[in-house]
C-alpha cells in the first residue's frame, strides 16, 4: 500500500517526484502528495484524490528546490482527505515525514506528546511518527538521523518512511520495516522509491533497503546502518527493467495490456528453464533444496489473494504428479491459529509483488518451525525473495493493473514446472507422461494467444451483463480454482457481487440463487469431469439460469445447452487452468469499462498489499 518517491540531487525535484507517484500510483490513489526542501523550509502540498489532482492544485504556483520526497496514499489511519494526505508535518514544521504501513502504538505516543503541549492536525498516525521525532530531537542530544532511529526503536507496527528537516535541507533519512524501500544511485543525484518503476528512467543501479535499516541521503552520498546503529555495507544490484513495460504501448488499459502479454509473459517463464525435445526442466532458484523438496512429506502453499487461487491449483497438481500432500492456506490465517509445522517441512511462499504483509509475517513464523521455505514471486529483489530459502522469480515483467492478470499465469507455469521437476525425480510419474506434459506445456504460450482471439465475442457477450447484479461462476477440479478467480476479477473490477463455487456444490445452497437474471458461468472443458458438469450445466438451465460456458473447442454438446459460449483450446487438464482463465480475465474487463469503472485503479483496493 502507499506510494513514495523521493530525490535528492540538482535537477529541479517537483517534475521527478510527480512522475514517479504517477508510476506508483497502483500502490495507493486515495490522495498525493509532495513536500520540497529549499531555502531552509520545507514547502508541503497535498490533496485527496490522483495525482492529476494534485498537479492541478499546484497548477501554476512556483514550487523550486532539488531535495523533496511524495506519497500516494492508500488510506488506513483517518479517511482519504486533504489533512489526512501524506506528507505530515511534525509540530513545528520543522520535520516533514512520508510513511507506508501502520504504526500501531500510536494512540499511547500521541497520548504521550499532547501532554508535553503538542498539538495535532490530522487522524493519521504518521503525523504522531514524525512529532515524536521532532520531541526527541528537541531533547538536544541527537542529530536527525538519530532521533529517526530512536523514535522507530520504540515504535510498533511497520513502516517504509522518508524524513525531511529544515535542520539539514540537503537530507533524506529513510527507514523501512515491512515495507519496501529502494535507493537508486545517479551521479551526484539520490533516488527513492516504494520499487523501481519510478527510477528506472534515471539510473539502473540500486539498492534495496533491508529491515529495520536506516539510509541518510546527502549530498555527500548515503550510508546504511540498522536500528542498533550498526554500520551496513550497501549491496548494490543491476535493474533489468525496460522503461517501455511500464507504458501502456497503445492499449487503453494497463490491464487489458497484461491480458494480452500473456502469450509472451508464460513464454518468458520458462526460456531458459524448459526444452522439451530434450526433456531438460533446470530451476536454478532451487537447486540447493531440491532434494529436501523432492522428499518432502507434506507441503504448504502460503499465499493471498488470487496468488491463492495459483496455489490451489497448484496443489492438484502436486497431489496429482508428486504425490505429496498439500495444504493451501490463506497467509493471512496462518500466523493467528497455532499452524502445525514441524522442522524440515517445505513452504511455497506465492506473491507477486514479494511484498505482501501477511505472507511475509506467515514465512517468518514457519522459518522460526524450522520450515524450508520456497518463493514464487515477480518482483526482482522483493522482501519475500530475499526472506525465502530458494525460489523462483516469474519473469512475467511488471504488472501494473492492480487486477492480477499476467501474474496468475506466470504462477501457475512456474508451479508447474516445478511439479513437474519434482515428480520426475522422485519418479511418481512415468518418463512417457514427463515429456508429454513437457512438450504440451510448450505449446501453452500459442494457446493462451488463440484464446485472445475471442476478444471480441466475449466484448459482446460482455455488453449484454454489464447491468447484471450478481454472477455465479462454477468449476470442477482443475478448474474450480478458476471460477474462483473468475469471480474475484469481476468483484475487483467491476463492483459486481460474484461468487465462485465447485461446482458440485451448487446444489448445497448457491442452486437457491439461480433464476432467469442470474448469469452462469461455467467452466466446462473437457476433462475428467466433463459429463459431471454437464450434468450441473442442466441443473441451472431447469432453473431458468442463463448459462456462460466455456468449453473445449470443437465441443457439441454443451453448445446445445448454453446461452452463449466461448471456447478455447485443448490441452492437458492440469494445464487447462492456464488457458481458461483467459476468457474470465477478458469477460471482467470489458464489462468493467461498460459499467464506467477505473479497471486499472479499483476502488478501496492497491496493488501491494504491505499492511496485515
Known amino acids: 500500500m502507499c506510494g513514495i518517491v523521493g530525490y535528492l540531487g540538482d535537477r529541479d525535484v517537483l517534475p521527478i517526484i510527480i512522475k514517479g507517484l504517477k508510476r506508483l500510483e497502483y500502490r495507493g490513489y486515495d490522495s498525493a502528495g509532495v513536500a520540497i526542501s529549499a531555502d531552509n523550509e520545507i514547502n508541503i502540498f497535498k490533496k485527496q484524490g490522483k495525482v492529476s489532482a494534485l498537479e492541478d492544485f499546484i497548477g501554476e504556483k512556483e514550487v523550486k528546490g532539488s531535495v523533496g520526497i511524495g506519497h500516494t496514499r492508500w488510506a488506513t489511519h483517518g479517511e482519504p482527505n486533504d489533512l489526512n494526505a501524506h506528507p505530515h508535518y511534525s509540530c513545528s514544521k520543522e520535520f516533514a515525514i512520508i510513511h507506508n504501513g501502520i504504526i500501531e502504538n500510536y494512540g499511547p505516543l500521541k ?71 529502494v535507493i537508486g544511485l545517479g551521479k551526484n543525484e539520490y533516488f527513492l522509491a516504494s520499487d523501481a518503476t519510478p527510477i528506472i528512467e534515471y539510473t539502473n543501479e540500486v539498492v534495496y533497503l533491508n529491515d529495520e535499516e536506516i539510509a541518510v541521503i546527502s549530498d555527500d552520498g548515503f550510508n546504511i546502518r540498522d536500528l542498533k546503529d550498526v554500520s551496513k555495507d550497501p549491496y548494490i544490484q543491476t535493474l533489468e527493467l525496460e522503461l517501455d513495460a511500464l507504458e501502456k504501448g497503445g492499449y487503453p488499459h494497463f490491464m487489458l495490456k497484461e491480458i494480452f502479454e500473456q502469450p509472451n509473459s508464460i513464454a518468458d517463464c520458462m526460456r531458459g528453464r524448459l526444452n522439451s525435445a530434450s526433456g531438460s526442466l533446470v530451476l536454478g532458484g ?18 493471498c489473494g488470487t496468488s491463492w487461487h495459483a496455489g490451489l491449483v497448484a496443489e492438484y497438481i502436486f497431489e496429482e504428479f508428486c504425490r505429496i500432500p498439500v495444504e493451501v492456506e490463506y497467509a493471512s490465517e496462518f500466523r493467528y491459529r497455532n499452524p502445525i509445522v514441524k522442522e524440515g517441512d517445505i513452504v511455497i511462499a506465492i ?57 496468475f499465469t506466470a504462477q501457475l507455469s512456474v508451479l508447474v514446472m516445478i511439479a513437474l521437476r519434482v515428480a520426475n525425480r522422485r519418479g511418481t510419474i512415468t518418463e512417457r507422461k514427463y515429456k508429454e506434459l513437457l512438450v504440451e506445456l510448450e505449446t501453452i504460450p500459442s494457446k493462451v494467444k488463440k484464446a485472445l482471439e475471442y476478444n471480441s465475442q466475449i466484448e459482446y457477450i460482455s455488453e449484454l451483463f454489464k447491468d447484471a447484479k450478481n454472477f455465479l461462476y462454477l468449476g470442477r477440479g482443475y478448474n474450480f480454482p478458476v471460477a474462483l478467480e473468475g469471480a474475484l476479477k469481476l468483484k475487483e473490477i467491476s463492483y459486481i457481487h460474484a461468487e465462485g463455487y465447485p461446482a458440485a456444490e451448487m446444489k448445497h445452497g448457491p442452486i437457491a440463487l439461480i433464476d432467469e437474471e442470474m448469469p452462469v458461468v461455467v467452466i466446462a472443458t473437457r476433462d475428467s469431469s466433463y459429463d459431471k458438469i454437464v450434468s450441473n450445466i442442466q441443473e441451472v438451465k431447469a432453473r431458468k439460469g442463463v448459462v456462460i460456458a466455456i468449453v473445449t473447442e470443437g465441443d457439441v454438446l454443451i453448445p446445445k445447452m448454453a446461452d452463449f459460449v466461448i471456447e478455447v483450446p485443448a490441452t492437458h487438464e492440469a494445464l487447462m487452468p492456464l488457458v481458461s482463465v483467459i476468457p474470465l480475465q477478458l469477460l471482467s474487463y470489458h464489462i468493467a469499462v461498460m459499467r464506467g469503472c477505473n479497471v486499472d485503479q479499483p476502488r478501496n483496493l492497491a496493488k501491494s498489499v504491505t499492511v496485515e
Open 111 to 181: 497520548a504521550e506528546l499532547e501532554s508535553k503541549g503538542y498539538t495535532f492536525v490530522s487522524d493519521t498516525d504518521t503525523e504522531v511518527l514524525v512529532t515524536f521525532i521532532e520531541d526527541i530531537y528537541n531533547s538536544g542530544e541527537y542529530s536527525i538521523e538519530e532521533a529517526v532511529r530512536i523514535a522507530l526503536s520504540n515504535v510498533i507496527g511497520a513502516y517504509a518512511i522518508a524524513v525531511l528537516s529544515t535542520k539539514e535541507p540537503r537530507k533524506i533519512v529513510a527507514a523501512r520495516k515491512g515495507s519496501p524501500l
Open 286 to 303: 532451487i537447486r540447493n533444496y531440491s532434494n529436501a523438496l523432492i522428499n518432502a512429506e507434506k507441503i504448504v502453499i502460503l499465499a
Open 351 to 407: 506473491s507477486q509483488s514479494g511484498e505482501t504483509a501477511d505472507t511475509l509475517a506467515a514465512i517468518e513464523l514457519a522459518k522460526s518451525k524450522g520450515a524450508i521455505i520456497f518463493g514464487v514471486v515477480n518482483a526482482v529483489g522483493s522482501s519475500i525473495s530475499r526472506t525465502t530459502h530458494e525460489g523462483a522469480y516469474l519473469h512475467a515483467g511488471p504488472e501494473i493493473g492492480v487486477a492480477s492478470t499476467k501474474a
